[in-house]
Each structure stands twice: as C-alpha cells, then as structure tokens.
C-alpha cells in the first residue's frame, strides 16, 4: 500500500498533467481489478497485473505499451 494516495489517483493526476497524460499506466495491485471497481473511475490506464505476477508477464505488458505508444 502507498502511504498517501492509492495507485487509481495517481492516475488520475498522472491522466490530468499535461506533461504525462500521454505516458501509458499499468497498474500493479494485491487487489483484483473486479475488486477496484469504481476507485478505478476516472482512471486512464492500459493494464492492471495482479500480485502475485511473473517477471515475464510484467516485461510483456510494459513492452507491449511502451512499443505501443
């Protein structure tokens, strides 16, 4: 857990900044995205990989976004 804000407001703030609305977000969590639900409204990412992960799944994800963007 992130002591001041959660993973969806930052986010947020990232989505809102015009120096970074365009950086890709993948989200890493303990909590299942069905879960997060509405914290996640208002939030523009391009994945969530749920903890536990394998290395490989998060090198795939992040190659597939960053190459995408």
């Keep these: 857990m992130m002591p001041d804000m959660d ?3 930052v986010c ?3 989505n809102a900044d015009p120096r970074t609305w365009h950086v890709p977000v993948v ?3 303990a ?6 639900g509405k ?3 208002g ?3 391009e994945a969530v990989i749920s903890k536990p ?6 090198l795939i ?4 976004h960053v190459a995408a963007g």
């Design 43 to 45: 939030c523009a990412y």
């Design 7 to 9: 993973g969806p407001e």
């Design 53 to 58: 992960f394998s290395l490989d799944d998060v």
């Design 61 to 64: 994800t992040v190659e597939r």
């Design 12 to 14: 947020r703030r990232l």
């Design 31 to 36: 909590v299942p995205e069905s879960v997060l």
């Design 39 to 41: 914290r996640l409204a």
């Design 27 to 29: 989200l890493m969590t």
